[in-house]
C-alpha cells in the first residue's frame, strides 16, 4: 500500500511558495503585466531563488534541494492558484531534472548550479509545441529536433513574439542553432511525460483558485435577498467541480510518484493526470464565468487572468482527448 501523505517538510515548502507567490506576485501585478510589452524585471525570480524554490529539482552537488517531483508537486499548484507568471514550471519542473538525468558533463556544470541560484532561467520546446515561454529572457532553451534533446544557449537562439490571449505568459517563436555541443544523451518521451506531470499539477492550482474565487462571490451576491450560493442550481455547479477538483489532485500526486519513483505504470498516470486536470480546469473554468454573472466577462475583476491561463494550458503536452485516446489504445493493447 502506497502512503500518499505529504511530509511536514513538503506541506512547509507549500506554505513558503503560497506565501511568496501572493505577496510578489499578486493580480494587481498580473494586471500590469498584461499591458507591458516589454519583459518583466526578475525581482520576483530572484526572490524565488533566495527561498530555494528554483533548487527543488536540482541535485544537491550542484548546489540545490535534491527534490525530487513529489516535493514539486504541491508547489506547482500553488504556481497556478497565483497563475504565477514566471516560467518556473518550464526551469524547475522540466529543465533541471531533464539536464540533472540527460545533460553532458559539460552542460551539467554550466547550467545546474546557475538555475538554483537564480542566475539562469532554462524553458523548453518539447517535439510539437509551436511556441515557447519566455525564450526572449532565457538563458537556456531546451529544445526536440527529429527526437533528441538539445540544451541551446541563448546566443544561438533567435525569437520573436507571437500574440497571446494571456499577455502575461509570454510566447515565442524560435529558431536554434544545434550541433553535437547542444546535443543532450536522450530524453525527448521524458520530456514530454514530465511536461504532462507538471502541467496536471498547475491546472490543478487554477481550478482551486476558480472554485475558492466562485465560491466567495456565490457567498457575498445576493438575489432575492438571499445569497446566490443559496440556491440549489449554483450549490451543484461547484460541488461537482470540487469532486472532479480533488479527484484530479490525487491523481497528478501519484504521477508524481510515479515519475519519482520510475513506475512501470508511468506513462499511464501521466496521461491520466493530465486528462483529468485538464477536464477538472475546463469544469471549474465554466463554472467560475457562469456564477460571476456578467463581471466574469470585464477586463476590471481579476478572475480573467485565471480563466485565460486555464485554457492556455489545457491543450499543453496533449488535451484531454489526447492523452485519453491514448490510454484507450494502452487497454486495447493490453
Same mark, same amino acid.
Given at each position: 500500500?502506497?502512503?500518499? +501523505?505529504?511530509?511536514?517538510?513538503?506541506?512547509? $515548502?507549500?506554505?513558503?511558495?503560497?506565501?511568496?507567490?501572493?505577496?510578489?506576485?499578486?493580480?494587481?501585478?498580473?494586471?500590469?503585466?498584461?499591458?507591458?510589452?516589454?519583459?518583466?524585471?526578475?525581482?520576483?525570480?530572484?526572490?524565488?531563488?533566495?527561498?530555494?524554490?528554483?533548487? %527543488?529539482?536540482?541535485?544537491?552537488?550542484?548546489?540545490?534541494?535534491?527534490?525530487?517531483?513529489?516535493?514539486?508537486?504541491?508547489?506547482?499548484?500553488?504556481?497556478?492558484?497565483?497563475?504565477?507568471?514566471?516560467?518556473?514550471?518550464?526551469?524547475?519542473?522540466?529543465?533541471?531534472?531533464?539536464?540533472?538525468?540527460?545533460?553532458?558533463?559539460?552542460?551539467?556544470?554550466?547550467?545546474?548550479?546557475?538555475?538554483?541560484? +537564480?542566475?539562469?532561467?532554462?524553458?523548453?520546446?518539447?517535439?510539437?509545441?509551436?511556441?515557447?515561454?519566455?525564450?526572449?529572457?532565457?538563458?537556456?532553451?531546451?529544445?526536440?529536433?527529429?527526437?533528441?534533446?538539445?540544451?541551446?544557449?541563448?546566443?544561438?537562439?533567435?525569437?520573436?513574439?507571437?500574440?497571446?490571449?494571456?499577455? #502575461?505568459?509570454?510566447?515565442?517563436?524560435?529558431?536554434?542553432?544545434?550541433?553535437?555541443?547542444?546535443?543532450?544523451?536522450?530524453?525527448?518521451?521524458?520530456?514530454? %511525460?514530465?511536461?504532462?506531470?507538471?502541467?496536471?499539477? @498547475?491546472?490543478?492550482?487554477?481550478?482551486?483558485?476558480?472554485?475558492?474565487?466562485?465560491?466567495?462571490?456565490?457567498?457575498?451576491?445576493?438575489?432575492?435577498?438571499?445569497?446566490?450560493?443559496?440556491?440549489?442550481?449554483?450549490?451543484?455547479?461547484?460541488?461537482?467541480?470540487?469532486?472532479?477538483?480533488?479527484?484530479?489532485? #490525487?491523481?497528478?500526486?501519484?504521477?508524481?510518484?510515479? $515519475?519519482?519513483?520510475?513506475?512501470?505504470?508511468?506513462?499511464?498516470?501521466?496521461?491520466?493526470?493530465?486528462?483529468?486536470?485538464?477536464?477538472?480546469?475546463?469544469?471549474?473554468?465554466?463554472?467560475?464565468?457562469?456564477?460571476?454573472?456578467?463581471?466574469?466577462?470585464?477586463?476590471?475583476?481579476?478572475?480573467?487572468?485565471?480563466?485565460?491561463?486555464?485554457? #492556455?494550458?489545457?491543450?499543453?503536452?496533449?488535451?484531454?482527448?489526447?492523452?485519453?485516446?491514448?490510454?484507450?489504445?494502452?487497454? @486495447?493493447?493490453?
Amino acid at each position: 500500500m502506497i502512503d500518499f +501523505g505529504f511530509s511536514e517538510e513538503q506541506l512547509a $515548502l507549500r506554505d513558503l511558495a503560497r506565501e511568496l507567490f501572493e505577496r510578489e506576485s499578486p493580480p494587481s501585478r498580473l494586471r500590469q503585466l498584461f499591458t507591458q510589452d516589454e519583459p518583466r524585471d526578475d525581482k520576483v525570480w530572484r526572490t524565488m531563488a533566495e527561498a530555494g524554490l528554483l533548487g %527543488i529539482t536540482v541535485p544537491e552537488r550542484h548546489g540545490g534541494l535534491g527534490g525530487d517531483d513529489v516535493d514539486l508537486a504541491l508547489v506547482l499548484e500553488e504556481a497556478g492558484r497565483a497563475a504565477l507568471p514566471e516560467p518556473f514550471l518550464e526551469t524547475v519542473a522540466l529543465a533541471a531534472p531533464l539536464l540533472a538525468d540527460f545533460g553532458t558533463d559539460a552542460q551539467l556544470d554550466e547550467w545546474l548550479s546557475r538555475i538554483a541560484s +537564480g542566475e539562469a532561467i532554462a524553458t523548453v520546446q518539447p517535439g510539437g509545441a509551436p511556441f515557447v515561454v519566455d525564450a526572449d529572457i532565457a538563458d537556456l532553451v531546451i529544445v526536440e529536433r527529429e527526437g533528441e534533446l538539445h540544451a541551446v544557449p541563448a546566443d544561438r537562439i533567435r525569437s520573436s513574439r507571437v500574440e497571446s490571449a494571456d499577455r #502575461a505568459r509570454r510566447l515565442f517563436e524560435v529558431e536554434a542553432d544545434l550541433d553535437a555541443s547542444t546535443r543532450m544523451n536522450g530524453g525527448a518521451n521524458e520530456a514530454r %511525460i514530465r511536461g504532462a506531470v507538471a502541467v496536471a499539477g @498547475v491546472l490543478n492550482g487554477i481550478a482551486a483558485n476558480l472554485l475558492d474565487m466562485s465560491l466567495d462571490h456565490v457567498k457575498s451576491r445576493t438575489q432575492f435577498d438571499r445569497p446566490v450560493g443559496s440556491f440549489q442550481a449554483v450549490k451543484h455547479k461547484l460541488a461537482n467541480v470540487d469532486v472532479m477538483v480533488e479527484s484530479s489532485r #490525487a491523481s497528478a500526486w501519484y504521477a508524481a510518484y510515479a $515519475l519519482t519513483t520510475r513506475s512501470p505504470d508511468l506513462e499511464r498516470a501521466a496521461s491520466v493526470a493530465k486528462a483529468g486536470a485538464a477536464e477538472a480546469e475546463h469544469l471549474a473554468n465554466m463554472e467560475a464565468l457562469q456564477c460571476h454573472g456578467g463581471i466574469g466577462f470585464t477586463w476590471e475583476h481579476d478572475l480573467h487572468f485565471w480563466l485565460k491561463r486555464g485554457l #492556455a494550458l489545457e491543450p499543453a503536452y496533449g488535451s484531454a482527448a489526447e492523452h485519453r485516446a491514448r490510454l484507450g489504445r494502452t487497454v @486495447v493493447t493490453e
